[in-house]
């Protein structure tokens, strides 16, 4: 190990059982995106303390900056600070304290650990200096809606002068001390779908003098998701699944409205740009016999998170150099607005192991949900050792940062998941 970064794995091991408390507290009270106000001011006034400066975000989130005040170059650490709305399931005594609301996807960990770098940069910060290095660690709200909080951040000029940015990601398949890396697109590009019917209901003895909006809405449910299938290249790997159906509340009514609302996931982000106009047009053709009105509406995410090579040549230095595993890892279809940050500058996001050994194996954005909290040391250790590992790498440079074009069209030339 080089001299800051014994002096940053050191920091770290001293803070761990203040990073675990942090992250229980941060369990026990989670927020959800863009209302994520006590989260926001809990790592505000640990900075303070620490005299690490810091930038509000509007509504929620902060940037915290370490390093000189005019560096050389910047290099961005980014976490996500919002929660799911789903109930915690999981019996632990730091579960959540807020009914319907839970961590289910780990970012109390990405917070705590980019929280436990931002610290430890701080006790290097004379080496970083010298090195004319200055880091950003963002802490962005609303990561698990859309528009996310990744677009915010943008648009208030958090990224601009950043030279590369990294992240982490939990993910419960992999042991904790082992993180996984890829090379390209390592999510997929996601929608979310609400389609709306409307039309003449009436009693189910006599279906035939209504507008069967019931049945109708099974056969977008079971036709639509079919008939994308053969309207897209299969390289591009299309999923459409629905998460909800609302329609109805008795036996013997067919109701005069319906919801579905799911979500549309590809790989390949070519064919994700005119995927809105498709899902829109095969809704319509299938009610089309049924006679009710469709109103669809597509809500525009993320493309693919595509991780810069050099960047993750970065990821597995650090990963090493916190002692850790660099493992191979799927590209999956889970999307993450991460994305946004690598339309614009060159960055990588790795999956850090959250699995005890030989523990049980958990699924993101459920309720039972159980992490190993010593991957918040991994995790801070490695978001740390980016930074230093980045200092040997000549300028990315800033001319390919394009605040100036649309956000949604921003480096989809250059998103492939083939």
């Known amino acids: 190990m080089s001299p800051p970064f014994d002096e940053i794995s050191a920091t770290v091991a001293a803070l761990e059982d203040e990073l675990v408390a942090v992250r229980r507290d941060l369990h026990q009270h989670p927020e959800l995106g863009r209302t994520e106000v006590r989260t926001t001011q809990l790592l505000a006034a ?9 930038r509000r975000l509007r509504g929620s989130g902060l940037i915290a900056h370490i390093g000189p005040g ?47 770098a931002a610290l430890a940069l701080k006790a290097v910060e004379d080496d970083l200096t010298l090195l004319g290095i200055g880091v950003r660690v963002i802490f962005q709200p609303a990561e698990e809606v859309m528009p996310g909080g990744a677009e915010d951040v943008v648009a208030q000029g958090g990224i601009e002068g950043v030279e590369r940015i990294f992240a982490l990601h939990c993910d419960p398949s992999i042991d904790v001390g082992s993180v996984g890396l890829r090379v390209g697109p390592i999510t997929a590009a996601t929608d979310q779908v609400d389609v709306t019917l409307s039309g003449m209901g009436g009693h189910t003895s006599r279906p035939h003098l209504t507008q069967d909006l019931t049945y109708a809405l099974a056969k977008v449910v079971t036709d639509v998701p079919a008939a994308l299938s053969r309207r897209l290249d299969p390289r591009a790997a299309a999923a459409l699944v629905w998460g909800a159906i609302h329609a109805g509340g008795a036996h013997n009514v067919i109701p005069s409205t319906g919801k579905v609302l799911g979500t549309l996931r590809m790989l390949d982000a070519h064919a994700w740009d005119g995927s809105e106009r498709l899902v829109a047009e095969l809704v319509h053709e299938v009610v089309s016999p049924y006679g009710v009105k469709a109103d669809v509406s597509v809500v525009k995410g993320v493309p693919p998170v595509v991780n810069d090579a050099t960047c993750v040549d970065v990821l597995t230095q650090a990963v090493d150099e916190a002692g850790a595993l660099a493992a191979p890892t799927p590209q999956s279809l889970g999307g993450e607005d991460f994305a946004w940050y690598l339309a614009r500058i060159p960055g990588a996001m790795a999956r850090l192991g959250t699995r005890a050994p030989g523990g049980t194996t958990y ?31 000549e300028p990315a440079g800033l001319d390919n940062v394009r605040d100036d074009a649309p956000a949604r069209l921003v480096g989809l030339d250059r998103v492939t998941g083939r």
Do not use: K, M, N, Y
């Open 363 to 393: 699924d993101l954005h459920r309720g039972d949900l159980v992490v190993d909290e010593a991957a918040i040391g991994v995790g801070a250790r490695t978001l740390a050792g980016c930074v230093l590992a980045s200092s040997s790498l």
């Open 46 to 54: 640990r900075f303070e303390r620490s005299g690490i400066p810091v």
């Open 70 to 116: 005019q560096p050389a170059r910047t290099i961005g650490l980014r976490a996500d600070l919002d929660a799911l709305p789903i109930r915690e399931q999981t019996g632990l005594p730091f579960a959540s304290r807020t009914e319907g609301v839970s961590h289910a996807c780990g970012h109390d960990v990405h917070t705590t650990a980019a929280l436990g």
